[in-house]
């Protein structure tokens, strides 16, 4: 009992010289924490008699429950003081900061991928740092073709592979395709692959690095019908069933038949003027979305597929553009979306 005495006197003194908040929260953690004067005392009780043990474990009680009530008070007491010094309520709670959030090409991937989940599309992913044999011969593309000029893609200067040529910054999510064939081995392929893009262009719907997204179908019997149909089907989940699309032939290397599918403008809603003037992005009232056809057999080829027994169609989109082109948003320069201005950012 002697010790609870002196507790009880250590205490009293302790108290009386506490003078700021953060002191009273000191002397609590000092007698009733977790390594604190009480639980020490309590810690004794298992080497005494029975008794004894009752005793003081009953007067360990009691001054705990006085040492809790005086703390109390003092809080209260040194809170009221800060008050009145200081005209301000310490009750009221802290400021708040502002929270970081995704970014708005981040959440065009997201919605994307699970458009794409739903028709049993599996997302993959593929080098950004790709050989020159992936990104162009596999693909149809002679040694000649003006994509493979220095002025339209970013050559890394590295030793050349004997078989795969230069390395290269991935121009296009394409070389995903061939890749995605020879890791499956045999049909029915349904591929999505979604990464960044380097090509040296800088205008208001172009940036050095930008994201694409690669679609890839391979099975038998698929036709132009079924590239439409998936088509048609991600333009109204994304941008909402009143925007248009059309098909216009075209010619890409790694397709027969090609097409370019464009999708009505969302800043001039298809009209191609705003206030009497061009508009600045579409110029015309439709924006390209998708490069897309049908697999070309020699790319089949490449993938180790028998284009006699298997057809497939492929496409490839920037992630940029599809958002300036969504409805609402109004964006007319893509830059923006790359430029950090918080004031921007923190809209999405």
């Not at 110029?283 to 897309?292: F, I, Q, R, T, V």
Request: glycine fraction near 8%.
């Amino acid at each position: 009992m002697d010790d609870v005495s002196k507790l009880s006197a250590k205490f009293e003194t302790d108290i009386k010289s506490v003078r700021t908040y953060k002191e009273a929260e000191a002397l609590a953690m000092t007698y009733l924490g977790r390594n604190g004067h009480i639980n020490s005392l309590l810690k004794t009780m298992k080497d005494l008699p029975t008794e004894k043990r009752k005793a003081l474990g009953s007067s360990v009680n009691e001054i705990k429950k006085s040492i809790v009530e005086h703390i109390e008070k003092k809080r209260k007491e040194l809170m009221k003081k800060m008050e009145e010094e200081t005209d301000i309520d310490v009750t009221l709670p802290g400021k708040a900061y502002p929270a970081g959030s995704l970014h708005m090409v981040t959440l065009a991937i997201e919605e994307i991928s699970r458009i794409f989940e739903k028709l049993g599309f599996v997302r993959m992913s593929y080098p950004e740092v790709e050989w020159e044999y992936y990104s162009f011969e596999a693909l149809n593309m002679p040694k000649n073709h003006p994509a493979r000029d220095d002025f339209e893609s970013f050559f890394i200067d590295t030793p050349s592979h004997d078989d795969f040529g230069k390395m290269v910054l991935s121009p296009h999510t394409s070389s995903g395709q061939v890749r995605e064939m020879l890791r499956v081995g045999a049909p029915p392929i349904r591929m999505i692959n979604i990464a960044k893009c380097y090509r040296p262009n800088w205008d208001v719907t172009h940036t050095p690095m930008f994201h694409q997204f690669e679609g890839l179908c391979v099975d038998k019997g698929i036709t132009i019908a079924n590239l439409k149909g998936t088509i048609d089907y991600f333009v109204k989940e994304f941008f909402g069933r009143q925007r248009s699309i059309r098909l216009r032939p075209f010619h890409f290397q790694f397709t027969e038949p090609s097409f370019e599918i464009d999708v009505s403008c969302g800043i001039c809603l298809g009209k191609g003027t705003i206030r009497n003037e061009k508009c600045k992005v579409c110029k015309s009232g439709w924006l390209e979305l998708a490069g897309a056809g049908m697999v070309h057999p020699n790319v089949l080829k490449a993938g180790g597929i028998d284009p006699d027994e298997f057809s497939g169609w492929a496409f490839g989109f920037g992630i940029e553009r599809p958002m300036m082109m969504k409805e609402g948003l109004k964006l007319n320069d893509m830059r923006i979306m790359y430029s950090g201005d918080i004031r921007f950012l923190e809209q999405f």
